[in-house]
């Protein structure tokens, strides 16, 4: 059953800024939608129209078949994790989960134990009578999180809730958090800017641009199949290498003198891609080009190889940048050239033009 | 911040009381005054007579009122020089004390709280030319003391007594502000060999230079308006005007000379006065809460 | 501490401690002089205590101020009270509530009325006496509280500060208590309030001397010496015919007025210097 419909969803503020031009969203009960995209992409806009906090001007939002495009944040059946949790200062743990519950007129009984069962789930039970500024910023997540449960609400929306956390105790709660939305197989609609987070999180990722849904589909899809440049340069670490090209009869033609064979209809100005772990480490008879390396990251169980294609040149004359990953330590000369192979599977292949996947 | 309740009619009933209180008392003596000042008034108030700009030009001719600006002029800038500088000297002191600084603190805070009228009474004792210690003193060491009949002596007697009120307010903002400033800028002008003397004028001060300025123009919107009580209680303007600033004019003129048209144009001229220096202090204020 | 100079510790405390003294000088003179009898005055102020003093602030406290201001103290201390409380709450209420209204709705005239209560507030009342108490006189509000306090709970100042504190407050906690369902009325009580209460006590320092301290108003609105206050009535003890001044009486009756804004500042130091320096910042 759809559980969360956007329908011809946009955004016009009054001074006339377009901020979300249409999106149309279908949602599955108990999905993991996350919403990525980089900063100004308008997906926490999306998602607050979805909570009621920013008026929706164009479209229809509907939560288990219902219209709420006019309805209170509060009437939506919606609870939301903040990016600074938002827990009131002046509040105990249990008030700060109960205050929802004690304003839709819940009964004292009924809420302690709402919370009492929602706190022992997230390991609260021992701090439910400090104040948020005696809690960790892990803890605080977690009461932020214990809040949105406690109402049992139709869908989970969250705003960055993990970007004020260090990098440790971020995967962490990036577990946790899945684990949980598992367990209740609540609808969740989920906003960040980290693509790994989005990556392993999502049931379905919906990368934003500029208010648009560039695509929509699932970790793997996104990552096998960008449908634009953008997807392309957004998903994946490094991100992926993308070089202008022209197709011709006898394939991609990277410069004068490199050629990559391909029979193709497209003609004219492409781009080509390839991800960094694509690569294959070759030598000078068999390789398809060569590359000049600058730079060395040793990561131990991988290794980043920076350098330029050698004899090529972008339009602007400046060399044509390329990032390697090969796997276990390597140790190559700066300066020196190595050779690799770009097996054909896996090329991608856009528009110059439009930037869409050809 | 960008999150609004969406009432419509509610906030209109929520600023009504501030605004009813405004238009009454705020609004319609403003009104009044400026009607006022284009009337005059005969001698037993009952009858008036447009008289135009008659008022400004009697005001504007008449060498009582530049001298009470100039009184005023030389009171306001007296107030606030001593009261910053004392008040500098002073929280730069305690700064550099580590026990202590809450105890000096709460001794200096007190007199924030006198009422100025009361600091008027308070200083007169100590200056009565007949019974004052002060002024008993200052006779032995053959300066004769009467700030009823030598206006200098009573211009000094208000600055003293003005003065001594607001150094309380300058020395916690001082205090604030020099705690503010990052120990480790006055550590590397340690490493770069300058004096504690050096260190404050070449990096303390004018890390300090926000806070002097806006306490500079609080200082004089206090002495021009908040000193009333201290003058009244004192010289009341005397001896011959010479402390006569204009805020006690408009009082003066109007409640014991009965000039209401008079009054009412100072009060104008006054009120120009005061919206610009709150242009000023407002800028000010919102150009520090910028950052 | 970058460096350890004993002398120069030294004359900080030697220049603090000059400072304090001279800054009490005034207060120690009306202290010792509460103590003696008027005639000790004849020569010269006395610079220690005398024997009178416990007859001198019962005499002034309990029966009256002096020979021309027939009427005890105790009552203008109230009177006092009664103005400064009236004001400091008025204040705090309508300010904090049309801060509300500006920083938390949208709604047509808003800038407009936030600059018509910003500009019109900051007259002081010195500066349009004369027809404010004309207003007043109109109104038939001479001689009362309400005279009294009305004219004084407008405030820019406390409604500017309302209005800073209300805009510093992190926007999501609005939101997450919309989505709590909280309504604004529901919000204000719930989370503003309590949130709120140290700029609310800051306040409360700041406002009461403010009206505790109020000189001109009182002395021109009041003419029945019922409705006197404590400040306002030292005016009438020093402006005597012969000008024979009971300085005895003059001092237990500026201590006593001196007394509760002064306990109100130090007892609430923090509040009251967090108040101050919050305000302009």
């Known amino acids: 059953m759809t559980d969360l419909v956007l329908k011809n969803i946009g955004k016009t503020y009054p001074n006339g800024y377009q901020a979300i031009p249409s999106i149309d969203l279908s949602i599955e009960e108990g999905e993991f939608i996350v919403l990525v995209g980089p900063s100004g992409c308008g997906k926490s806009t999306l998602l607050r129209m979805v909570a009621g906090l920013e008026t929706i001007t164009q479209g229809d939002l509907l939560i288990k078949g219902n219209r709420v495009n006019e309805k209170e944040p509060a009437d939506r059946d919606i609870a939301m994790v903040f990016q600074n949790y938002a827990l009131y200062p002046h509040m105990t743990v249990r008030a700060n989960m109960a205050y929802g519950l004690k304003n839709r007129g819940v009964p004292k009984e009924e809420r302690d134990t709402k919370v009492n069962s929602v706190a022992t789930m997230l390991g609260l039970e021992e701090l439910l009578d400090r104040k948020p500024n005696q809690l960790s910023g892990g803890q605080r997540q977690r009461v932020a999180m214990g809040r949105a449960m406690v109402r049992d609400p139709k869908v989970f929306l969250f705003d960055e809730p993990l970007s004020n956390l260090d990098a440790k105790l971020r995967v962490q709660m990036r577990v946790e958090i899945r684990q949980l939305q598992r367990k209740l197989a609540t609808t969740t609609l989920y906003v960040t800017h980290d693509q790994v987070e989005a990556m392993t999180l999502a049931d379905r990722l919906v990368v934003l641009n500029k208010g648009k849904a560039e695509q929509i589909g699932t970790p793997m899809e996104l990552y096998n199949k960008p449908a634009s440049t953008f997807v392309a340069a957004f998903i994946g670490s490094p991100a992926m290498n993308l070089l202008d090209a022209e197709m011709t009869e006898v394939g991609i033609k990277l410069n004068e003198s490199l050629v990559l064979p391909l029979s193709h209809d497209y003609r004219g100005k492409m781009i080509w891609g390839i991800r960094p772990e694509h690569l294959v480490a070759s030598d000078e008879q068999n390789g398809d080009f060569a590359l000049q390396v600058q730079a060395v990251e040793s990561l131990g169980a991988e290794t980043l190889i920076h350098g330029v294609l050698v004899g090529s040149q972008q339009t602007d004359g400046s060399a044509v940048p390329l990032v390697v990953r090969l796997s276990g330590p390597h140790l190559p000369d700066i300066g020196s050239h190595l050779w690799f192979t770009a097996p054909r599977e896996d090329w991608h292949l856009f528009d110059a033009n439009t930037q869409q996947r050809l | 911040m960008s999150v609004y309740f969406p009432q419509k009619k509610l906030p209109y009933l929520l600023v009504l009381p501030q605004l009813i209180i405004t238009a009454i008392f705020f609004l319609w003596p403003a009104g009044q005054a400026f009607k006022q000042a284009f009337y005059r008034e005969d001698a037993f108030g009952l009858s008036q007579t447009f008289i135009g700009f008659g008022n400004f030009i ?24 001593f009261g910053i500088a004392i008040a500098l000297w002073l929280a730069v002191m305690a700064d550099r004390v580590i026990r202590g600084k809450m105890v000096y603190q709460t001794l200096l805070v007190w007199p924030y709280a006198v009422a100025p009228a009361l600091a008027g009474v308070l200083w007169w004792i100590l200056f009565d030319p007949n019974i004052g210690p002060i002024a008993l003193f200052l006779d032995r060491i053959g300066i004769h003391w009467n700030h009823f009949l030598n206006g200098d002596q009573a211009m000094i007697l208000v600055v003293i007594a003005a003065t001594w009120k607001q150094i309380s307010y300058n020395f916690l903002f001082f205090l604030a502000g020099l705690q503010a400033i990052p120990r480790s800028l006055i550590e590397a002008a340690a490493i770069d060999g300058a004096s504690p003397f050096k260190r404050f004028w070449d990096i303390v001060f004018p890390l300090l ?7 500079l123009v609080v200082n004089l919107v206090y002495a021009f308006f908040d000193t009333f009580g201290v003058i009244d209680t004192t010289t009341q303007g005397g001896p011959d005007g010479s402390t006569n600033t204009l805020v006690y004019k408009v009082f003066k003129d109007g409640f014991i000379g009965l000039d209401s048209g008079g009054s009412a144009a100072q009060s104008i001229v006054l009120m120009a006065i005061v919206g610009l220096m709150t242009v000023v202090q407002f800028r000010f204020i919102e150009r520090k809460v910028q950052y | 501490m970058i460096e350890n100079r004993p002398w120069l510790k030294l004359f900080s405390h030697f220049i603090l401690i000059a400072g304090v003294l001279i800054v009490a000088l005034p207060v120690w003179v009306a202290l010792v002089g509460s ?13 220690w205590f005398g024997d009178q003093g416990v007859q001198n602030w019962s005499h002034v406290l309990f029966h009256a101020a002096g020979s021309t201001l027939q009427i005890p103290v105790w009552h203008l201390l109230l009177n006092s009270m009664i103005m400064a409380l009236g004001i400091t709450f008025g204040k705090i209420a309508i300010s904090m509530i049309s801060a509300y209204a500006i920083v938390f709705f949208r709604f047509p005239f808003r800038s407009l009325i936030f600059w018509v209560i910003f500009i019109t507030l ?3 009342v010195e500066v349009r006496i004369v027809p404010t108490y004309q207003v007043i006189a109109n109104l038939n509000m001479l001689n009362s509280y309400s005279g009294l306090i009305l004219p004084m709970i407008a405030s820019a100042t406390a409604t500017f500060l309302f209005r800073q504190c209300f805009m510093s407050m992190p926007g999501e906690l609005v939101e997450a208590a919309r989505i709590d369902g909280a309504g604004p009325i529901r919000f204000f009580f719930d989370i503003l309030l309590p949130m709120s209460r ?9 406002m009461f001397i403010y009206g505790w301290n109020q000189y001109l108003w009182p002395l021109i609105i009041t003419t029945d010496d019922t409705y006197y206050t404590l400040v306002m009535s030292i005016k009438n003890m020093l402006s005597v015919p012969d000008g024979d001044i009971e300085w005895n009486n003059v001092m237990v009756t500026t201590l006593l007025a001196m007394i509760p804004p002064v306990a109100v500042v130090v007892g609430m130091q923090k509040l009251f210097v967090k108040g101050l320096v919050d305000a302009e910042k």
Do not use: E, H, R
Request: hydrophobic share 50%; proline share 7%.
């Open chain 2, 209 to 215: 230079s926000p806070t002097t300025f806006f306490l």
């Open chain 2, 58 to 81: 009697d005001l504007f001719q008449d060498p009582l009122y530049y001298k009470s600006m100039g009184v005023t002029m030389v009171f306001s800038f007296s107030v606030a020089f």
């Open chain 3, 198 to 206: 140290t700029n609310i006590a800051a306040m409360f320092v700041i």
């Open chain 3, 122 to 124: 900051m007259l002081p």
């Open chain 3, 35 to 47: 103590t003696q009898s008027a005639s000790s005055f004849a020569d010269s102020v006395p610079l």
